[in-house]
């Protein structure tokens, strides 16, 4: 069981959750640069990952280029990649978007997190080179991830799926509205139609002599239309009275339902995007050292 477990089992974090989620943590680093992986998660993903950058660096230093300098910001919100001195950000990776981070056994100077970009949707290894400090950055990451996930599910998070739930039904509702009142209009034209077969300009009923038999009833004829007959010498009902469709009301009669309006704050298409995208890189949770990271706590495994 390693080290990044026991700290993640016994909540004894190397910093307080204020120094995270209101400020942040920053590092010093050497940044060797990022390469595309082909998976979001794995130690020889990451090993190829470092193997291909070291040997680009070797030829760039034997060019006389230098490895540069760079400062790591951890906090609950991420990990931004900035110039030391100009403070300028080179690239700020969502914590939702890092699935693996690790500092490497072999070489304790260097550590590495896979991070899926935000333009490309490629994921990205980046590994950097610290002299003392690439065992507790890693840790570092670790627990902002799991502060960020906790943030997240009190921010309503754990509601999302619900939410897409209930949109779902709310789209299927309008649709069958959109039904009901197609089906409201062929039926009212439908009346019209028969009113105008069946009834005289002034709009009654016309009487149609037919025989009847020993009960006085008109013998049933499966050609004979469905249509109310009137015996002899008895007076015409009135005309059927046609209203016109209420569209905000259904067959029944009922107010549409909006599940909307009892249910938690709607949010805007963008948001509710990010509140997804949130929610799925959350679920792959984080690999740290071999430890994951995830919403269900009996995912956790060595």
């Not at 942040?24 to 998660?41: D, H, Q, R």
């Not at 291909?52 to 919100?77: A, C, N």
């Not at 065992?135 to 943030?151: M, S």
Request: hydrophobic share 30%; proline share 7%.
């Amino acid at each position: 069981m390693n080290r990044a477990f026991n700290r993640k089992r016994d909540k004894t974090w190397m910093h307080t959750p204020e120094a995270l989620a209101k400020h942040y943590i920053p590092y010093n680093a050497k940044f060797l640069g990022n390469t595309e992986v082909e998976a979001p998660k794995g130690t020889e993903v990451v090993e190829d990952a470092v193997r291909k950058l070291k040997f680009q660096r070797h030829i760039k230093k034997s060019e006389g280029q230098k490895v540069p300098k760079v400062e790591l910001q951890i906090s609950i919100y991420g990990v931004k990649i900035l110039d030391p001195k100009t403070k300028d950000v080179h690239h700020n990776c969502q914590l939702h978007r890092i699935s693996f981070c690790a500092d490497d056994k072999t070489d304790k100077r260097i550590f590495t997190f896979i991070c899926k970009d935000s333009e490309s949707n490629k994921h990205l290894c980046y590994v950097f080179d610290s002299e003392k400090c690439a065992e507790e950055i890693t840790l570092t990451i670790g627990q902002a991830f799991d502060l960020a996930y906790k943030k997240f599910l009190e921010s309503g998070g754990k509601d999302v799926e619900t939410r897409k739930q209930i949109g779902t039904l709310q789209r299927r509702i309008q649709e069958l509205e959109t039904e009901n009142s197609e089906l409201k209009k062929q039926l009212q034209d439908f009346e019209e139609q028969l009113m105008m077969v069946h009834g005289s300009p002034a709009g009654s009923i016309s009487i149609q002599t037919q025989s009847t038999d020993v009960f006085d009833m008109v013998p049933f004829s499966p050609v004979t239309p469905l249509v109310p007959t009137q015996a002899n010498n008895a007076s015409p009902p009135p005309p059927p009275t046609t209203l016109p469709p209420d569209i905000s009301k259904d067959l029944f009669g009922a107010e549409p339902f909006d599940p909307f309006t009892c249910a938690s704050a709607d949010f805007p298409p963008d948001i509710q995007s990010k509140l997804d995208e949130m929610q799925e890189g959350f679920k792959m949770g984080l690999t740290l050292e071999g430890t994951i990271f995830s919403l269900d706590p009996l995912d956790e495994r060595c």
